[in-house]
């Protein structure tokens, strides 16, 4: 089934992500915050609690994301709702994306003698926020820390920027002739998924070891949020796309490791302007600009019956939801308390175990079909239902949406 769109969201598609040899754009300055009360710091924008911040505590703002701000306390960045953060400023969006160019570290500190956090590779990604000295200040995943200068090159700002200079595509999986036969099929069922009405691009970064796609809509950030909250249809519309590109990034992420090769698949939403308006990263949403609004006192009620009933039905289980404001989607989920190796090898080596994990998911896809269904019924068609499972440290290594399977990572 091709995906569908309002006449609002005519696009076109526009891919790549290359790098740049220009320098950082950095502030002189980075903009702090003050925490108005006890509050989650969280890996993404609601999901996966990195812990809790306390009210009064100073936070280092480095973007937004809807209705939270993504900051740095401490050593850890991760993201605050925005109306328990004190900001006067304006400008919330701080730094460039760069590219290791070495084996190096992320160290606490701007030195080598104060320990490090994490080991980084070259290729990989990190978001340079600041400058001290002969180190950067730079985010990588949920860590905050001190990188060396001389292992850091900046990549371009825009995917925009990158199709313009003709990608880069080198090293990983390129000279792997399986490899690209498998992406050309991707890049095929994503243009066909599309419509011929569109011009759509798929491209491999080779030293990101990412694949990458791409679309671009003709409106704003501000319209679309405008728009999606002055139109349930409109709303409906950005919701099903955000869904859509769960499903697909997990889908062709799926195709391309149970072919050997271990790639992430990214799939952007952008405005007219290159900024994003949602990533998508194998099948889970890595950021949202749009915020879905909770005003509505029968949208709260269908929300809280769900997870009410829901967290009453495994209340056996480490299990609760929640509702993301900014995704438009209602999330339940289950927390096993290993780690997901030892979840997956005691599952897959077990024909009982594996039987009844099988059990399991199927309960999942008809639950949240029924909970859809629910709140279908009241006119919240543009509202997604999520159930997961988690390792204990709140890694989804399961997911259904709205009655099917997007993410499974045991079988």
Not at 214 to 232: C, G, R
């Amino acid at each position: 089934m091709k995906r569908t769109l309002s006449a609002l969201l005519a696009v076109l598609f526009v891919f790549a992500c290359c790098l740049s040899a220009t320098a950082f754009d950095l502030p002189e300055k980075l903009p702090t915050g003050k925490t108005t009360a006890k509050v989650q710091l969280y890996k993404t924008a609601g999901s996966g609690s990195l812990g809790s911040v306390a009210s009064g505590k100073t936070v280092t703002i480095i973007g937004k994301s809807g209705n939270y701000y993504r900051v740095i306390y401490g050593n850890y960045a991760g993201y605050i709702k925005t109306k328990y953060v004190q900001f006067s400023g304006t400008d919330a969006s701080m730094g460039d994306y760069g590219e290791v160019t070495g084996s190096t570290k992320l160290y606490k500190k701007n030195s080598t003698k104060n320990g490090s956090l994490c080991s980084l590779k070259a290729g990989e990604s990190l978001l340079v926020v600041g400058e001290s000295g002969s180190y950067y200040l730079a985010v990588y995943g949920n860590s905050a820390g001190y990188v060396p200068k001389k292992y850091v090159e900046e990549e371009y700002d825009t995917i925009d920027e990158g199709y313009e200079d003709g990608g880069y595509a080198e090293g990983g999986y390129a000279d792997s002739a399986l490899f690209k036969a498998l992406l050309e099929d991707v890049i095929e069922d994503w243009t066909d998924l599309n419509g011929s009405y569109v011009k759509s691009f798929g491209y491999y970064d080779g030293d990101m070891n990412t694949v990458y796609l791409a679309v671009k809509l003709n409106y704003t950030i501000d319209d679309i949020q405008k728009m999606a909250d002055e139109s349930d249809e409109y709303r409906a519309n950005v919701a099903s796309i955000f869904a859509i590109d769960m499903k697909y990034s997990s889908k062709y992420q799926t195709l391309l490791s149970n072919s050997g090769f271990d790639v992430n698949v990214k799939i952007y939403e952008l405005d007219s302007e290159g900024k994003p308006l949602c990533v998508t990263v194998n099948g889970s949403v890595d950021y949202s600009a749009i915020t879905f609004k909770t005003t509505d006192p029968e949208l709260t009620n269908r929300v809280n019956d769900i997870i009410d009933d829901f967290t009453t039905t495994y209340s056996s289980s480490n299990c609760y939801g929640y509702y993301d404001e900014d995704l438009g989607a209602i999330y339940l989920l289950i927390k096993f308390e290993y780690d997901f190796t030892y979840i997956r090898t005691s599952t897959v080596n077990s024909a009982s175990t594996l039987a009844s994990y099988n059990e399991l998911v199927s309960d999942m896809e008809d639950l949240s079909a029924y909970y859809k269904n629910y709140m279908d019924e009241g006119g919240y068609d543009y509202v997604r239902v999520c159930i997961g499972f988690t390792d204990y440290s709140g890694d989804v290594f399961y997911m259904a949406v709205d009655g099917t399977t997007i993410r499974n990572h045991i079988s």
